[in-house]
């Protein structure tokens, strides 16, 4: 019992929690996969701020969360021995870096009508983000479904199944389906350990003028709130999802953006920090200014803030039951493999002849073998290496 007290005390302070995730906010480069590894390793591995277990908790539940996956998991990690304070300013820190970075891309866009030389430095910065999360996926991989042994996939066998699923059907449709990770969820709880009511059928069971810095229009804003707020309510899993709802309602429905300025705005998001699904206020920047950044941002970041906060103590008690357990591990292993599969379909896009290739299969290697060597150090070398190649080769 005395044991119990002593794990469940935090041994640490709000404040500590939300200045960790202000640096992930600022320096954490690489996308939702490399984010969410950076918060298990970080609060997991190293601090022990967050049990293992109180992780897998938060990330089963930001996967049935709507909005981006990165942002869903820090306020959960907020949330875990701080309850609302905690999951507010874990949010709050998390997201003021990057939203700030993307608002100051946003006027030197508008000042530079699409920056050829800030093109040159995404090129390299491009290729060695998915490098970053290539080796961010793969450790995922080991650590939540199984080592890649022989025995034990065969043990896991049916996650693997799940995970393998989840990278075909991101690729195939370049979405994340929820219906399918509540599915995986739902039949390894069935597999693994059937709660009590399936056995019982009849009981049944009760989730700055020059910049543009304040052009907007009423109507403009009014449109942008709506639209935004559904692309929070309604896209599940990693902030990746969200890039072809995005581009459906604001190159097509609305035009708001051409193609060429909404490709420069999912550039924007691979190379700042952060959640991806940042490229909101980048965008909302570019259509209505300032106002524009912060509505768009607000309404995407509200849906997952509120759901995280209300059904996380819930959530939480019920974690312990054998059944929910199952469900967890089920969803985890085809969210992941999603993950993947999210990697793909930006891969496919970002590695475009070879010395983009190069420059993601470097990132790789030195991640796996330079030990010292941080994230913003490849961003920064990448950048470097695409001006030369596109402006002086």
């Known amino acids: 019992m005395?044991?119990?007290?002593?794990?469940?005390?935090?041994?640490?302070?709000?404040?500590?929690?939300a200045l960790y995730f202000l640096k992930l906010g600022t320096w954490g480069f690489g996308g939702?996969?490399?984010?969410?590894?950076?918060?298990?390793?970080?609060?997991?591995?190293?601090?022990?701020w967050i049990s293992e277990e109180e992780y897998k908790?938060?990330?089963?539940?930001?996967?049935?969360?709507?909005?981006?996956?990165?942002?869903q998991l820090g306020i959960y990690m907020g949330f875990v021995h701080y309850s609302f304070w905690g999951a507010t300013l874990a949010g709050l820190a998390f997201v003021l870096p990057s939203f700030i970075m993307v608002v100051l891309l946003g006027m030197a866009y508008k000042v530079y009508s699409g920056l050829p030389g800030m093109q040159a430095v995404f090129y390299g910065v491009g290729a060695a983000v998915i490098g970053i999360i290539v080796i961010s996926a793969y450790r995922l991989t080991v650590k939540s479904v199984s080592s890649l042994n022989l025995a034990a996939i065969r043990s896991k066998w049916l996650l693997w199944i799940f995970y393998i699923a989840g990278v075909v059907v991101t690729v195939v449709t370049e979405q994340e389906n929820v219906l399918l990770f509540v599915a995986c969820g739902l039949v390894y709880m069935v597999v693994k350990a059937p709660p009590g009511w399936m056995k019982r059928p009849t009981v049944i069971p009760s989730v700055l003028l020059g910049i543009g810095f304040w052009e907007y229009k009423g109507k403009t804003l009014e449109e942008m709130g709506w639209f935004f707020l559904k692309a929070g309510t309604f896209v599940f899993g990693s902030g990746l999802a969200i890039v072809p709802f995005l581009h459906g309602g604001v190159v097509n429905e609305f035009g708001w953006l051409n193609e060429h300025q909404f490709v420069d705005s999912v550039a924007v998001a691979m190379v700042s920090p952060g959640p991806v699904v940042i490229t909101v206020a980048f965008i909302g920047y570019l259509v209505a200014g300032f106002p524009g950044a912060c509505v768009a941002a607000l309404a995407t970041f509200l849906p997952c803030y509120i759901f995280t906060v209300a059904f996380a103590p819930s959530f939480k008690k019920i974690a312990k039951n054998n059944s929910i357990k199952a469900f967890v591990d089920g969803i985890t292993a085809v969210v992941i493999g999603a993950l993947v599969g999210a990697v793909i379909v930006i891969g496919m896009r970002s590695i475009t002849d070879i010395p983009t290739a190069l420059i993601a299969l470097f990132s790789m290697l030195a991640l796996i073998y330079i030990k010292k060597i941080k994230e913003p150090h490849l961003i920064l070398a990448s950048a470097i290496i695409g001006i030369i190649i596109k402006t002086i080769l």
Do not use: C, F, T
């Open 57 to 71: 908790e938060g990330l089963a539940l930001a996967q049935l969360a709507p909005g981006p996956l990165a942002a």
């Open 32 to 48: 939702p996969v490399a984010l969410v590894g950076y918060m298990h390793r970080d609060l997991v591995e190293n601090k022990k």
């Open 2 to 17: 005395e044991a119990e007290i002593i794990k469940e005390k935090p041994i640490y302070k709000p404040s500590d929690m």
